[in-house]
């Protein structure tokens, strides 16, 4: 038995899980939680309201990232920061370091909004915290070692979610 310390065994999660399959995931589980525990009643004509912001943002957050990732010329594959080409800093990028992960995060409230379950605020909250430890950490990581004091630069013009 070899004694590694507790975080270069959660490590191998590092970049290993794409975010959106732990949005798919954590999507189901709050489904789950959902049929388990009681509901809350929005009025519909609010809910459709909320649910369509959120849904919107997500999508609108999320592509603008994709877009300016494109028009860089670099990759958008989370599971490999690595191949990365450039520090990408202009728009989206200029309010937020992780606009996909901003975007999957309104999306998910907007299915708690749907679900009618505050007890799916934890599917939200788990996906922020196992996206900021297991991804962006790791991210920041491997970009701060490529890209040095460019990236440095960049890490502290903006913030890492809003």
Request: proline content about 6%; aromatic content about 14%; hydrophobic content about 50%.
């Amino acid at each position: 038995m070899t004694n590694k310390p507790e975080s270069s065994m959660l490590s191998k999660l590092d970049n290993k899980v794409p975010p959106p399959i732990v949005v798919v995931f954590l999507g189901l589980g709050m489904w789950v939680l959902a049929q388990l525990t009681p509901t809350f009643t929005i009025a519909p004509h609010l809910r459709l309201f909320g649910v369509g912001i959120f849904i919107f943002l997500g999508l609108s957050i999320a592509g603008l990232g994709i877009i300016a990732f494109r028009r860089a010329k670099t990759t958008i594959n989370p599971v490999q920061p690595e191949a990365a080409s450039t520090v990408v800093t202009q728009g989206i990028f200029s309010y937020t370091r992780n606009p996909m992960y901003l975007g999957f995060t309104c999306l998910l409230i907007g299915w708690m909004l749907y679900l009618e379950n505050l007890w799916a605020i934890f599917g939200v909250v788990a996906f922020i915290l196992f996206t900021t430890r297991f991804q962006i950490i790791p991210e920041e990581n491997i970009l701060s070692a490529k890209f040095g004091l460019e990236y440095g630069e960049y890490l502290k013009k903006v913030r890492r979610w809003l």
